[in-house]
C-alpha cells in the first residue's frame, strides 16, 4: 500500500503561469510533510516543508498548502520559470519515527518559455 | 561548504558479486539516510541513523542488505550477492536532526549485469 500517491506523473505549464503539483496520503499519522526537487544525475534539494499544524506555509515563489481533513498537500509555483522543470516529490514523516520519511514516485514539471 | 558525498557515481557488478557504497554526510548532522530510486520510481527508504542510537533497518529488502556508520560519520551500504532487481541508484542524505530537511549526496547508480 503506497502511503503517499502522486498521481500526476507529469505536468506542462507555461512560463509565468502558475504550476500545482497535487500529493495524497493514507497514513493519518504522518504529521511532516515536505517537497524536494530533483534535476537529472543529482540528488534530491529540499524546497519547502509544512507541519500538521499549519495549513499554509509560503516561501518566495513557492507556497505549500495542506488540507488535513482530505489528507491533501499541493506545492503552488508562481510565477513557473523555466529552471523550475525538474522532479517533484512531496514525502510525510510522523513525529513517532520522525527519520523515517515516505516519499511519492514524483512528479515531472515541464515548464515551457 | 561540503555536501554529502557518494562514492562511486557509478558501479557496474557482476551478478552474486558484493558491493559497498560509501557516503560522507554533511559534518555535524546527526541524522544520515539511505534510499533507493528504481527507474521511474520513487525514493525508497532504506535505512536510517539516528547519533548513537540504533537504526532503523525497517526498509531494508533482505538480509543480504546491511549498513554501518563509524564514528557517527562515514556510512557504507553494503550489498551481498548481488541481484540484478538490485540494480538502481543509491541515495543517501543528512539532516541536522531526524525529520529535519535532508540534505542529499549526487547517489551511486549501480548496475547488476
Known amino acids: 500500500d503506497q502511503q503517499v500517491k502522486q498521481n500526476s506523473p507529469s505536468l506542462s505549464v507555461q512560463e509565468g503561469r502558475i504550476s500545482i503539483l497535487n500529493c495524497d496520503y493514507t497514513n493519518s499519522m504522518f504529521d511532516y510533510f515536505l517537497w524536494y526537487k530533483k534535476y537529472p544525475a543529482e540528488g534530491p534539494t529540499f524546497l519547502i516543508s509544512i507541519s500538521s499544524i499549519k495549513d499554509k506555509n509560503e516561501d518566495g515563489r513557492f507556497t505549500v498548502f495542506l488540507n488535513k481533513s482530505a489528507k491533501h498537500l499541493s506545492l503552488h509555483i508562481v510565477p513557473s520559470q523555466p529552471g523550475d522543470s525538474a522532479v517533484y516529490f512531496c514525502a510525510a514523516s510522523a513525529i513517532t519515527n520522525a527519520g523515517k520519511s515516505t516519499f511519492g514516485d514524483g512528479t515531472t514539471l515541464t515548464v515551457k518559455p | 561548504g561540503a555536501g554529502v558525498s557518494q562514492s562511486p557515481s557509478n558501479k557496474v557488478t557482476e551478478k552474486g558479486k558484493d558491493v559497498e557504497l560509501r557516503c560522507d554526510p554533511i559534518s555535524g548532522h546527526t541524522a544520515l539516510y539511505w534510499y533507493r530510486q528504481s527507474l521511474g520510481q520513487g525514493l525508497e527508504f532504506l535505512i536510517y541513523?539516528?547519533?548513537?542510537?540504533?537504526?532503523?533497518k525497517s526498509g531494508l529488502p533482505s538480509d543480504r542488505f546491511s549498513a554501518e556508520r563509524t564514528g557517527g560519520s562515514v556510512s557504507t551500504l553494503t550489498i551481498q550477492r548481488t541481484q540484478q532487481e538490485d540494480s538502481a541508484v543509491y541515495l543517501c542524505a543528512s539532516s541536522f536532526l531526524a525529520g529535519g530537511e535532508q540534505y542529499f549526496g549526487p547517489g551511486t547508480r549501480l548496475t547488476v549485469t
Open positions: 541513523f539516528q547519533g548513537n542510537s540504533a537504526p532503523d
